[in-house]
């Protein structure tokens, strides 16, 4: 089994930080792409930052600037760092990678429990 547990969520002041931190275990063979994505109750799942293995991002455009998103290949390890939050941030944030269990296996995803962002004065 794999899993991704994250950790760093809390409760922070607008213009405040937070990073948050994920890491895999368990029996995985390789990982490609890893990232972070955000829910809030009603709406969908939202896309928030990726990290490929050779180090390449992506953002969402609301977070670009403000959040940083890093990787550390040999914990098996991603983290998110979040500057400048805006209660717009609030919400749970998933750690997700992509992933092969052997080296014949398929690339899937794996997704954490997520973790509670709240900005509020």
């Known amino acids: 089994q794999v899993q991704l547990v994250e950790s760093g969520g809390g409760l922070v002041q607008p213009g405040g930080s937070l990073r948050l931190s994920c890491e895999a275990s368990?029996?995985?063979?390789?990982?490609?792409?890893m990232g972070w994505h955000r829910q809030v109750p009603g709406k969908q799942r939202e896309l928030v930052a990726t990290?490929?293995?050779?180090?390449?991002?992506n953002y969402a455009d609301s977070v670009k600037g403000r959040f940083t998103i890093a990787r550390d290949n040999a914990e098996n390890t991603v983290y998110l760092q979040m500057n400048s939050l805006k209660p717009e941030d609030t919400a749970v944030y998933y750690c997700?990678?992509?992933?092969?269990?052997?080296?014949?296996?398929?690339?899937?995803?794996?997704w954490g429990q997520g973790t509670q962002v709240t900005v509020s004065v």
């Open positions: 997700n990678l992509e992933g092969r269990r052997t080296y014949f296996a398929p690339e899937v995803p794996y």
């Open positions: 368990g029996r995985i063979f390789s990982i490609n792409a």
């Open positions: 990290i490929m293995r050779g180090g390449s991002t």
